[in-house]
Structures are given as structure tokens and as C-alpha cells.
């Protein structure tokens, strides 16, 4: 295996290097390494250094470990004791002079299947980031998980409802393909480890959940309790979704009634669930990791977390453009129709699901009547 030596953060790692035949996908080297996801290590590396900062002895599982990337830079940027396992052995190989590389002593290796490791011991943070779906370890990271979970799901299409069955077969939720798909896919997977906890008598409170181009990420605080799990199963619900004019309402409850006939233009209605109907985010905890990773100068992210702090916690989003392609008409800048909806005492926000996407307290009909409404006022300019 050709290798080579990058640094990421504060942190040299040595890197698989592709041959030009197999240059991608990096799934195809015999040490996955995708510089690709620098963004979503930099948002662990601050988030873990925010959660953690009274507490330096918590202890951070990388479980999926592969070059060893993401534990190393917990580990040297952050300073946490930090396990890195893998059960290939030329990942295993890779840690291992890559803890030596940075001259590490809070670092150890493991060369073992994730879901023994997990079940064998407990850790205050784990962070699950395989290929693909993080199904088959969430049973054994919500066992073993002390304090925080992260979790990145680059299944999309499952999550989203573009693959409905493997959607089913692996978060036991049924997802619905519609214009707010990533967030479908957030809520799905956050509806998954909410239950799955549950079993565990956990409860989650989720500091930071986004979708990203090809994936889905959440970190999640975690507390051991009856009480509070039964407290955190009262944000599960479903959704209903209008496939003919665009309504959606929700529904909290596991065993919930909901109208076949959308009661805004009489279609019948499509239902997915269970899912995560609560809040998305923690916005004290956005606003500190938001200095946090100013302060270390991960500029990529700073974007994408100040609208994660100041996005509105009413599920579903709306996409500007596909609302106006629906009535025929041109979109303004989303900025001016978030004021215009602000303007008729709505609430409204930017979403970090895309720079056309909206949220809003307002129902679709009413949504329509502003869009048309600013539309024409430019038309009338
Ligand atoms: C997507 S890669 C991890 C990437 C890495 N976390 C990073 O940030 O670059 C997934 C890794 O999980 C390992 N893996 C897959 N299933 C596993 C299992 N059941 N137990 C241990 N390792 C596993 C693979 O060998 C691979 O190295
Ligand atoms: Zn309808």
C-alpha cells in the first residue's frame, strides 16, 4: 500500500494514497481515507473539545477507525484519552504508527470487531462513522455509550426514502421521498437512536443534527434513567405528507390516528414514521461550538453551524424553488420571502438543509399566498 503523510487540523496522519486505476472511490484502497469529510472531522474535533470541556477524563471511542484520522485528531487536538479500533489488519498496522507518528500517550489500539469492543466496555463518547449505514452498531453504542453519541449515516437514500425498503429494513421507520427529503433522513436516523437508547433505559438530548451533501450526522447527549427515557420517547411521531398541493402536519405518539384526506385539497395523504418530531439542535451549545470553531479556524464550517443555531425547531422544511415551479412563477432571493412571511406575523428561518429552503410556523396555502404575493409586487416594480 502506497502511503503518504497529510496534515489534518494539528494532526499528521500518514494516508493511503489510490493507485491512478482505483483513484476512487476510497472504499477501494485497502485503508479507507476520504479527504472529503476534513469538514466533518473539524465539527467533531470542536463539538468534542465544547462537550468535554470540564471534563477532561472523558473517555472517546473511534470505533471505525480505519487510518485513525478522526481519534488522532481527538486525541492530540483535543487531548482525550482516545481508543482506535478497526478489525482490518492493515487499518490496525496504520493506527498504530500513526499514534507513534504524533508521539501520543492517551491513545490506544484495538484490533476487533466494533460491536465486541462496545459491548465489552463502556466509553463517556462514541462515534460510529462506518460505510454506510450505522445500523448493525447502534445497538452496542447505545449499550456502551456513557454521555454522547456521534453518528454519521452516509446511507442517504434509505434515510431519505429514495430507497424505501432498506429504509424499513434498517431503522424499522418508514421514509417518504419529498422536496424536504435530508431532513426526513435526519429525523429517521435520530428516531432510530432515540429508540434504541430507549432500550437501554437512555434518553438523547441532540446538540447538533445536519445533513450534509452525502451524509447525515448527529451528536446526541446521553443519560442513563427511566424517566427521562420515557420524557425523550414523547418527541416520536409521524408525519403526513399531501403528495397533491404540498401540506404536512405531525402527530406525537407511537399509535397515533392521523387523516387519510389531506384537509387542504383532498388528497389522500402519505405517512412516515416513526420519527424524531423534537428539537434538532441545542442552540447554547451551536452558539459556543460556532466560537469554538472560529477560535481553531475550521472556516469551511462556521457556515453551516450559525444556521444550525439560528434555524427555526419546526419540522418540515420548504424548498423555495420547487414551490414556485408548482405555481409557475419566478423566486425572489429566500432572505426576501423569510421578511415577507415575517411581515404577515409568521415565524420564519433559513434551514442549513439548502440556501433555497425555509422554515416557517405558516400553512402551505398561506405560504402561497406570500410567494404570490412577492412575486407579483416585483412584477408590479
Ligand atoms: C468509513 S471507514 C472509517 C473512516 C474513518 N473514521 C475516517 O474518518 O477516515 C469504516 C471503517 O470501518 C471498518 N469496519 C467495518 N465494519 C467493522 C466492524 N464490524 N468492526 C470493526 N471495524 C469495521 C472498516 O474496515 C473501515 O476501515
Ligand atoms: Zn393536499
Known sequence: M??????EGRTSVEVPVPD????FPPSSVAVFYNPAM?????????AIACFSKNAPDYTYLDALSASGIRGLRI???VGRNTTMSDWEDTSFELIKKNIELNDLANCTAIKRNANVVMLDDSFDIIDLDPFGSPAPFLDAACRSTKRLLCITATDTAPLCGAHKKAGIRNYAAVPLKTEYYPEMGV??????????????DKSMTPLLSYASAHYVRLFAAVKKGINEADE???????ISHCFGCGARKWKYGL?????EKCPVCGHTTSLAGPLWLGRLHDSDFCGELHSEIEKRGFKEALKLIATCRDELEIPMHYDYHKLCKSLGITAMPTDELILALRDKGF????THFSGISFKTDAGVEEIKGVVRELASKEKGM
Open 347 to 350: 415565524r420564519a428561518s433559513r
Open 232 to 238: 425523550c420517547l414523547k418527541n416520536m411521531g409521524f
Open 2 to 7: 502506497l502511503t503518504k503523510i497529510i496534515i
Open 38 to 46: 476534513r469538514m466533518n472531522r473539524d465539527v467533531a474535533v470542536a
Open 75 to 77: 486525541a492530540k487536538e
Open 20 to 23: 491512478e486505476a482505483s483513484n
Open 255 to 259: 399509535a397515533v390516528h392521523m387523516e
Open 187 to 200: 429525523r429517521i436516523l435520530m428516531g432510530a437512536v432515540a429508540r434504541t437508547l430507549a432500550k437501554h
